[in-house]
């Protein structure tokens, strides 16, 4: 049973650790397009792919690139918030795991 312990403690760390690197990530490509408007304004967005866009989500992307509204915000929101939960949930798991 020890054991078990030991794993959900480390897992628990590993899931808070990346769950603050991916915070600390989204609030820098944050701060970097708080001034941009547009996708393609943004600082950097020609040099490096930090915006990167699956095929599933560019329809959505050009739509609102077409509307005047930066995509990060509403696409990188809701893809930030949804691995927010999951982090939060799994870090809660592996808490009930290491109670017994």
């Not at 899931?15 to 996708?39: D, P």
């Not at 699956?54 to 696409?75: G, M, R």
Request: hydrophobic residues 55%.
């Amino acid at each position: 049973m020890e054991r078990i312990e030991v794993v959900s403690k480390v897992t628990k760390w590993i899931i808070l650790l990346g769950l603050i690197l991916h915070t600390v990530i989204f609030f820098y490509f944050g701060y970097i397009n708080l001034n941009s408007t547009l996708f393609d304004t943004s600082l950097f967005a020609e040099k490096l792919n930090l915006f990167a866009v699956t095929e599933n989500w560019s329809y959505y992307a050009d739509q609102l690139k077409q509307h005047s509204i930066n995509s990060f915000w509403v696409l990188g929101t809701v893809d930030f918030a949804a691995q927010f939960f999951i982090a939060f949930f799994l870090f809660k798991l592996f808490a009930l795991y290491e109670n017994g």
